[in-house]
């Protein structure tokens, strides 16, 4: 799937009422039983199953589009800019490179650029965000109960 593709099909699942519709009826006629596999019709009459980990994820596509939300789907590549980076992290460029200099972010150059592995972006991302909650968490428990 090319990326413009991905942003074509974005746009038009969360405003093409034939999703919807279809993912209504998918949903009603799987109704409470749980769906197991998903097969994949090809032009040359084959049908692979498609595996358990991604029948999940395509369930819950369905679900969501049934629901009306809306959907996008995202291409992070595996290598980011400062700005890319930055993005994801939901902070500044200027903040990456402080967490780069830091050591709290891996990153190399290419040239005059940083650069930085997605994955270690992902990680720190999902860092930050436990260390939220868990923040937040020891807030409450040690806050006034409330009426």
């Given at each position: 799937?090319?990326?413009?593709?991905?942003?074509?099909?974005?746009?038009?699942?969360?405003?093409?009422?034939?999703?919807?519709?279809?993912?209504?009826?998918?949903?009603?006629?799987?109704?409470?039983?749980?769906?197991?596999?998903?097969l994949l019709q090809l032009d040359d009459g084959t049908s692979p199953r498609v595996p358990a980990s991604l029948t999940g994820a395509l369930v819950a596509f369905m679900q969501a589009a049934a629901d009306g939300s809306e959907i996008s789907i995202r291409l992070?590549?595996?290598?980011?800019?400062?700005?890319?980076?930055a993005q994801l992290l939901g902070v500044s460029r200027p903040t990456v490179m402080k967490m780069v200099t830091r050591g709290d972010l891996a990153a190399h150059r290419v040239g005059t650029h940083t650069r930085l592995r997605r994955d270690d972006v992902l990680a720190l991302r999902d860092r930050r965000q436990a260390d939220r909650a868990a923040a937040a968490d020891e807030l409450l428990a040690a806050g006034e109960p409330f009426d």
């Open positions: 799937m090319t990326p413009s593709t991905t942003l074509a099909m974005t746009q038009g699942l969360a405003a093409d009422p034939t999703v919807r519709r279809d993912a209504v009826q998918v949903m009603e006629d799987t109704a409470d039983r749980v769906v197991e596999a998903v992070i590549a595996s290598e980011l800019t400062t700005t890319g980076a």
